[in-house]
């Protein structure tokens, strides 16, 4: 019952400006993401829904999980652990959607492009050294 009223409460305030923010948050996480893949040369596909998004680290279209399984999950556990690093907790799974909130703000979104630049090297970097068979060398 408390649950319940809290959550009811908490549609009630709700309202075309919030969905309008978060979705115009979302609509700049996933253009940050298309900018920065593309800039090195990395295949990403990016579904967004309102403030819900899922970057797959592969070519699009991605309609089903067949399609989500060729994604380059080898990246997506180095991207992980290079984000971790710069202090941006991505969702754990790469097939995982990322969900925005009345709480994170348009410099979380700057921030989260900003890691991904200094990230993202460095994933392809291990990522390769792995492929390489060097990896912890």
Known sequence: PLAMAAGRATLELLDAKAYAYLDRLS????DAYREVFTRHGVPICVQRVGS?????LVECP????????RQD????????????AEGVYLPASAFEAHFLS????????ERTREALERALPRALAE???EADGSAGS
């Not at 609509?27 to 996933?30: E, F, K, S």
């Not at 991605?62 to 399984?69: P, S």
């Not at 009345?102 to 979104?109: F, I, N, Q, R, S």
Request: glycine letters at 0%; aromatic letters at 10%.
């Open 62 to 69: 991605v309609r089903n999980f067949e399609d989500a399984r």
């Open 127 to 129: 990522r390769k050294r």
């Open 73 to 84: 999950l080898a990246l997506f556990r180095h991207l992980f652990r290079e984000m971790l």
């Open 52 to 56: 819900m998004l899922t970057p797959f």
């Open 102 to 109: 009345l709480a994170h703000t348009e410099e979380d979104v």
């Open 27 to 30: 609509a700049r996480l996933a």
